[in-house]
């Protein structure tokens, strides 16, 4: 059974046509990239995998379960923006993870959160937007999920950050998870992903590993990208 | 040690090649025991299953071996220490071949102006 099972999914907001017939598979121990411009349905595919939306037509499943109560348990989910409540310090926005996730690991975070320098008794509202960015990123990735979907989580932040982020998606790694990041800050993440999948106005153009790209068309994804993408 | 990946080129393959280089170079020693592949991708940068995929032909050609439960080390083996320069040494004077052919220098000229090298730095 794959982790997670996209078959003929497509979403209309009104006469838009966000998602497009979209089918795939997605097995364990994966770190994937969803990769496409602007408006080309990165987030919206995101947000029905966390339940947040609902299909229009097809079906998803993840552990061959509906988004939903219980897939919320498994998946960790790294917004686009800011969804937690501002008001909050660090170290309160921790008790409210563990509080409300069996599998929050806080020792994990406490140290993530060290290490960035984020200060715990600060409330979210007085960060910068890449402190808050980066606090979010910590907290979602300190869950021991097998399921991470994490929308842009290197938009915002200076590149030693980046670094860091990916040297923490890669020490996270574990055999059982699948990890899902979209962006298409491409360059930065390629050598740490093992699918690529390129979305184009809804639809999935390319699914194949990130190796055998290189191999096939002898160019690094972000080339490949900018050729299909090309405006 | 800094990992430079190019364009165009599989990662786990160019991993293969660094990692082949460090032992010829005897940067990592004979008989060394290697990092764990979470560390050696960390390391890296790069996909722990992609650092798995290249330690897996490493193995493959006998540069290292893994112990069940002691983890992967490099070969002791001087054999195959010996060949591995044998073939490395082929690639590079291939390419050196290449590029002096490519300036319009014939078999002749190149014997010649190798000899002339090898003559001046003893």
């Not at chain 1, 046509?17 to 411009?37: C, F, M, N, Y």
Request: with cysteine; net charge negative.
């Amino acid at each position: 059974m794959a982790r997670i099972e996209i078959n003929k999914l497509t979403k209309e907001f009104g006469s838009l046509t966000a998602l497009d017939d979209v089918s795939l598979r997605l097995e364990k121990g994966q770190i994937v990239g969803l990769l496409g411009p602007n408006g080309s349905g990165k987030t919206t595919l995101i947000k029905i995998l966390n339940g947040l939306l609902t299909p229009t037509a097809g079906t998803v499943k993840i552990n061959d379960m509906e988004p939903g109560v219980g897939t919320k348990k498994i998946v960790a989910y790294l917004p686009d923006r800011n969804a937690l409540p501002d008001y909050m310090t660090t170290d309160q926005l921790m008790g409210l993870y563990a509080d409300f996730f069996e599998d929050f690991n806080a020792a994990k975070a406490a140290a993530m959160i060290d290490d960035l320098g984020i200060d715990r008794k600060q409330t979210m509202k007085k960060m910068s937007k890449g402190t808050k960015e980066k606090l979010q990123l910590c907290l979602v990735m300190a869950r021991e999920a097998q399921v991470y979907l994490l929308d842009e989580p290197i938009g915002g932040v200076d590149p030693a950050t980046r670094d860091y982020i990916l040297r923490t998606i890669i020490s996270n790694y574990n055999e059982d998870a699948v990890v899902i990041i979209s962006t298409h800050l491409i360059s930065d993440i390629e050598s740490v992903l093992d699918d690529v999948i390129f979305l184009k106005e809804g639809r999935v153009v390319l699914h194949d590993t990130a190796d055998n790209l290189r191999e096939e068309k002898g160019e690094s994804v972000d080339q490949l990208f900018r050729e299909v993408f090309k405006c | 040690m800094e990992w430079n990946f190019k364009n165009g080129i599989p990662i786990y393959t160019q991993i293969i090649d660094e990692m082949t280089m460090r032992i010829a170079s005897g940067s990592y020693e004979p008989g060394e025991k290697l990092q764990s592949v979470r560390d050696l991708a960390l390391d890296a940068g790069v996909n722990p299953n992609t650092m798995q995929r290249a330690l897996a032909e490493l193995e493959r050609r006998g540069l290292v071996y893994s112990e069940r439960t002691s983890g992967r080390f490099v070969t002791n083996d001087k054999g195959i220490l010996d060949s591995l320069h044998e073939e490395l040494a082929v690639r590079y004077f291939e390419e050196l071949e290449d590029k002096l052919r490519k300036i319009g220098m014939t078999g002749e000229e190149i014997t010649g102006a190798v000899n002339k090298w090898l003559a001046d730095i003893k």
